[in-house]
């Protein structure tokens, strides 16, 4: 685990980072080896949850005053940027380590998964709050008390760097936005440091560790504390350090009961712990009524609800303060009653799903997640909050999903794909997904591209196999689809990996209605499809596939290849193609490749090299045919395999380059000349070194020159004659 803190429902929560986990407790698997998440179990390792999963690396923990939980997630140093996450039961932010292996990250950046919500992006997934800071890793929310007024209510995040300079700690102030919540303001409390942690201590400073510099260990370390001036002789936080480390199960239930209003938020969960374990179920209840402190409410609400929990109390309160004025109320209320995991409470959640505040109906849907007891009303119930949230709050559609995809049958969801609403439509289609139903391909025949793209993404990443076929039917088609949707297509074939999937594959590398990104992609899995690499190339994990017969599509390929190689689109990748098929047969048409002026370089370059992976007879024929006014990087290719196979060839070929290209180009012929030991490199070099004697090569090749010819023993004498004559004159080469 990254990081320990205890929630307010006196559970232990904790992170673990991308490199995943596989856990087998209590009867219960959870199975997450590819991504990193945020768990919570009671303080005796029992009933382990899976809270938030597809993060990367949150280092830190934090609860807010209102008893929600955030985090700061790393980016993977991929062009992508770090976020500010809350943490929501049962959501998924998206990440995967494989896309740390694939070097423009996936789906991760070509589709946007790490952005703040946008239109195309997969409602399948929460997105951050904000992008926000570079190295997110300690954080903690106000205390209360202590720092000045402005700081109050805020989350205070080191954002480490790696550089003093460009590093410090954020003061971050979240408001509340329905069910989620935005930035209304951020400042920096701290700069100039290199934090990696932070912390209040009991005398309301804020303490955080400087690391000092770099990223490696510097055998150095640094604590500092921060408060102001006045806060060094101020009584009440002295009363407060005393407070806390006095031992509240000395303390008089009434005492704890006033304890509940505190200011200081510790002191405040203190006293509730002290309550739970003396199961004054008295005090609790009349704090969680009492209406002179919000606060004390919520202590009392989450205090009743931990006994609940535990079978220690009944939950006759919690369901009464369902029908209070205030809304935080009703929300905790209905979120400790989901965590009774009663199915009595089915009613009380269900009814609350027509509440008028967000927070309200967020809760009741995550109870009814975590209730999971099957029920054909509060399927109801939930469609119609959909329905009416139309998809503008998306914290209330994860919650209302997520409870579809527990309280659902399959029949009933199935039942409302023709829903009037979009809302709903897409409701049914992810908690299909996460059920793993077959039947998400069904929206793979949606008006809508972005319905489309929703199945084929649930069908490849979930991964559900008995939906794959019906994926990989949009690599016969003729008429593209978007990019998104045929990618996931070629991968599905891949999957499959039948004789007809290939074949579909060459048909579509053909046809130039489609993207060249389409077309390459491919080109790319065909040129694998005999020995298939195992690396998943939309998210990057291990999913290795079979290909039975791929000697019959590898000849379908042929067949296509002639037409592949005429076309400057696909012309370099069905060379490389070729090559790693092993078709020795389209030789003849590489070497036609290779001598076609109207091509693109880089296909002929990758025709070239085609012929040398194949040891084609061809070869020699195609580099000879590779004159002075062949581009240069095909003349480049052309020298290097000549220095081996044919040196007296390679060296016109140098000649032309110290003749006729670029600066760059000039010095790599001259180092190459210099490895070249053959009589005709030597003669080469003598003939300039004599044109530098008479001034007639570029200063800025000379020195390139001179040590080429240093590496020819017979050159020597020329070299040091040149050093003795630049002595003399004062300068090189005058």
Known sequence: PVCLIMGPDRRLYFSIGDRGFHVEHEGKVHDYPHEGAVLRCELDGSKLEVVHHGLRNPQELAFDQWGDLFTGDNNSDGGDKARFVQIVPGADSGWRIGFQWLNDRGAWNRE??????????????????????????????DVGVGLPERFRDCFFLCDFRGGRGYSGIHAIKLSRRGAAYEFESQDRIAWNVLPCDVEFGPDGSLYFYDWVNGWGKTGKGRIYRLRTKEMANNFKLRNNSRLLAQDFGKSSKQQLGQLLSHPDRRIRQKAQFALIDAEAVDELEAAAKSRQSRLARLHGIWGLGTLARNEQHSSDTLRELLTDNDGDVRAMSARMLGDTLDAAHVTN?????????????????????????????????????????DDRDLVIRHAGVFALSEVSSRQELVARMQDESRAVQRAVLLALARQGADEVQQFLKHEDEQFRYEAARAIYETPIPGAMQALALFVYDDNPDSERIDWRAIQAARMIGEVEQGEALVHMATLGNHSRKIRLEALAVLAEWRKPHGQCRVIGNWRPATHPDADI???????????????????????????????????????????????????????????????????????????????????????ALLSHTSPEKAVPVLGSLLSNASTGEKQAACEALGNLKHEASTKLLRTWMQRLRDGEVNNAVSLDLLEAADKHKALKPLVIAHEQSSKKAGALGS
């Open 349 to 389: 959640l269900r009814q609350l799903l027509t509440d008028d505040n967000s927070r309200v109906k967020r809760e009741a849907a995550l109870g009814l997640a975590h209730l999971g007891h099957k029920s054909t009303r509060a399927t109801e119930s939930l469609f119609a909050m959909l329905r009416h949230n």
């Open 553 to 639: 599509v590898a000849q379908n390929f042929r067949g296509s290849s002639d037409v592949l190689l005429a076309d400057k689109v696909t012309a370099e990748a069905a060379a490389n193609t070729i090559a790693q098929l092993d078709l020795r047969e389209q030789s003849p048409s590489l070497a036609s490749l290779v001598r076609d002026q109207e091509m693109p370089t880089k296909a002929r370059v990758a025709a070239l090299n085609a012929l040398v992976d194949l040891k084609a007879d061809e070869l020699q024929a195609a580099l000879a045919s590779i004159d002075a006014e062949a581009p240069v990087p095909l003349r480049k290719r052309a020298v």
């Open 112 to 141: 946007k998964m790490w952005h703040p919500r946008h239109p195309e992006q997969s409602a399948a997934l929460l997105p951050p709050i904000r992008n926000f800071a570079d190295g997110p890793s300690g954080l903690v929310y």
